[in-house]
């Protein structure tokens, strides 16, 4: 099985030891993200693993979930809207079971595919190992809303990280496409701190364009759940502050980002406080 895949299923652990102490309140409490319930922020991952899961598995029942959906946004819906009405009164611990299942489901299918197979997707087709990556950067970054709304701390990174490091460094070229803006000629250095403490390093250090720091910090800003100010990341050079300030590793139209302070977290500021001289 690709490591990706074991990635995505842990993830999926993580989250759902979250989800499983909810009060039943909870479920309904909105979050920082657009104003989602925890039900919203479920349920918008459970519809992208059952479309992961039709397309790894039944390429037109995919294209036909997909035109439905299509069709329901087209009438004026919202995403959030769409999949409420789609999922009905699925909520809750019930909600939970229902997405664990499809969750188990999608891996399964995508360990049984060849490494090299092709997904379609609602934007370009997607290998296996990127669309699992796609999948986990999902869970890891709706999961940090609801953290945010219940005060708690998330548990300190692993290496699984990487593959959203890999993800942000790899849409450089789509943030600005996805625009409608020319794509930058130069490319930023890009240096991180591991979880682990060793140093994950990307392109050539270029003329004075880089973006330093904690690997966490720069998944939080590619994947627009912390703006780039509320991190203690280093940014130098024109070019490389623009990147992180329209930086989106995720399919669909352009998003913006949090602003400042909206969803800055109390541990971010102690960690600034810390590395102060």
Same mark, same amino acid.
């Given at each position: ?10 993830e999926?652990?993580?989250f ?6 909810l009060?039943?309140?909870?479920w309904q ?9 925890i039900?919203d922020?479920?349920?918008?991952l459970?519809?992208?693993d059952t479309m ?20 329901r946004r $087209?009438?004026?819906?919202s995403?959030v809207?769409?999949?409420?009405e789609?999922?009905?009164d699925?909520?809750g ?5 229902r ?8 891996c ?5 595919? $060849?490494?090299?197979?092709r997904?379609?997707?609602?934007g ?5 190992r990127m ?6 950067m999902?869970v ?5 809303a609801i ?29 600005y496409?996805?625009?409608g803006?020319p794509?930058?000629?130069?490319v ?6 591991a979880?682990?403490?060793?140093a ?6 270029s ?17 627009q ?11 130098e ?9 329209i930086?989106?590793c ?13 969803r800055?977290?109390?541990?971010? $500021? ?8």
């Open positions: 099985m690709l490591q990706q895949i074991v990635d995505l299923e842990a999926g652990q993580e759902h030891r979250l989800l499983a102490a009060k039943d309140d909870d409490r909105a979050t920082l993200f657009k104003g989602w319930t039900n922020i479920v349920r918008h459970h519809m992208g992961g899961l039709a397309s790894a598995t039944d390429a037109a029942q995919f294209a036909a979930l997909l035109a439905d959906i299509q069709a $087209a009438t004026g819906l995403r809207e769409e999949t409420r789609r999922l009905g699925l909520a611990p019930r909600l939970l079971e997405w664990q299942i499809t969750l188990d489901r999608l399964a299918a995508l360990a049984a595919k $060849a490494p090299d197979a997904l379609k997707w609602s370009p087709d997607m290998g296996v669309f699992a990556t796609a999948r986990q999902e890891w970054s709706h999961a940090q953290y945010d709304l219940l005060g708690l701390e998330r548990p300190a990174p692993s290496s699984r990280l990487r593959n959203i490091v890999e993800l942000g460094v790899r849409t450089f070229a789509w943030a496409r996805n625009r803006l794509v930058p000629p130069v930023p250095h890009i240096r991180l701190t979880p682990f403490g060793e994950w390093e990307w392109h050539a250090p003329a004075g364009q880089s973006v330093a720091g904690e690997a966490i910090d720069f998944c939080q800003v590619v994947t759940i912390r703006n780039v100010a509320d991190t203690a990341l280093r940014v050079g024109d070019g490389a502050k623009h990147w992180m300030s930086a989106q995720f399919a669909g139209p352009p998003e913006t980002p949090p602003a400042p302070g909206t800055r977290r109390v541990v971010n $500021a102690v960690r600034e406080a810390v590395r102060s001289p």
